[in-house]
């Protein structure tokens, strides 16, 4: 029988710096074949976790396990790993650079430079390979940089902000070679700022706050946690709402508002709004973003 692709889980993950608990008491698990968002604002604490898990940093306390089992160095080097720092040579051309770490990675020079010149062709920057780093624009650097994380066929991707800086094509066309690779069971975490990018790729969410996690699960799982909202449209005016209890009102217009209802609210204000000429009930899902602001008011 073929073995289901591993997930990667870090379980109470914790690392100090003098007093300060920059990651605290951290668990989340990453499930294979899904892309799970990281987010968190400025010092949250998701470079230090993304850097325990690739153990380029010392873990103070807690666990990060592949498979369920506990990683060993073997596991993190078959990993794809895009860090913050970037840590590509500015100075030397793009090619030879991705070829020398495909085989620091175990691939043979061959294999290598066919693979490099695949993701730069993808990546529309085929005619680049000879280049040095420093001679291509931020966002195209920003791509050589994912390409070196892909290039040896990754069991895992741990990304610190691929897309900062990259323009909606770029995002477009290393989405679609992440999904190749989540297609294959790969666990993708991926750190970002962009809510609404966040929003469109993820299958499930964690979300840091000094260096505590504030939520974590599907996007699903979450969305049915996250604020009942309601568009209600009563003809000809909707201001009633804002006097009706178990009803915060967050934008009214006219003959339309929409609202959070409180436990319990909703058969009341249903029947009231028929009595005012109710023309639309609507539930409306959260989306991501809402919820990040929700969890961490
Ligand atoms: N090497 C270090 N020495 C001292 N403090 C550190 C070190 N690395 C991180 N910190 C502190 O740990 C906290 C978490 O930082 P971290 O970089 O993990 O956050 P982050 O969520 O990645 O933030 P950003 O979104 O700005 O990249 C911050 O308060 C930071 O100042």
New binding site residues.
């Given amino acids: 029988m073929p073995q289901s692709p591993p997930a990667l889980e870090v379980r109470g993950l914790t690392r100090r710096?003098?007093e300060?608990t920059?990651?605290d008491d951290v668990s989340f698990v990453v499930e294979p074949g899904k892309m799970t968002g990281f987010v968190?604002?400025?010092?949250?604490?998701?470079?230090?976790?993304m850097r325990m898990i690739m153990g380029v940093l010392v873990i103070h306390s807690g666990t990060v396990l592949w498979g369920g089992r506990p990683i060993t160095g073997h596991d993190r080097s078959r990993f794809g790993y895009m860090p913050?720092e970037r840590g590509l040579y500015p100075k030397q051309p793009v090619l030879d650079q991705l070829v020398y770490l495909g085989q620091l990675r175990g691939m043979t020079r061959s294999d290598a430079a066919a693979e490099a010149a695949r993701l730069l062709e993808r990546f529309g920057l085929g005619g680049r390979g000879k280049d040095k780093l420093e001679s291509l624009s931020l966002g195209n650097q920003q791509r050589v940089q994912i390409a070196a994380s892909l290039l040896h066929g990754p069991t895992a991707l741990v990304l610190?902000?691929p897309f900062s800086g990259l323009d909606p094509v770029a995002v477009d066309s290393m989405v679609d070679l992440l999904r190749d690779r989540l297609r294959e069971g790969v666990p993708v975490l991926f750190?970002s700022?962009q809510l609404d990018l966040v929003d469109r790729l993820c299958d499930s969410l964690v979300v840091?706050s000094d260096?505590k996690v504030m939520a974590a699960g599907t996007s699903e799982e979450l969305r049915s946690r996250g604020p009942r909202r309601h568009r209600i449209a009563t003809v000809p005016d909707a201001g009633w709402l804002r006097d009706e209890p178990g009803v915060t009102v967050l934008d009214v217009d006219g003959s339309t508002a929409v609202v959070e209802l409180a436990d319990g609210a909703h058969e009341r204000v249903l029947s009231r709004a028929v009595g005012h000429g109710l023309t639309e009930f609507t539930p409306l899902e959260p989306s991501l973003s809402d919820i990040y602001r929700e969890v961490t008011r």
Avoid: P, Q, R
């Fill in positions: 710096f003098g300060k920059a990651v968190g604002a400025n010092g949250a604490g998701k470079t230090t976790t913050e610190d902000e750190s700022h840091l260096g």
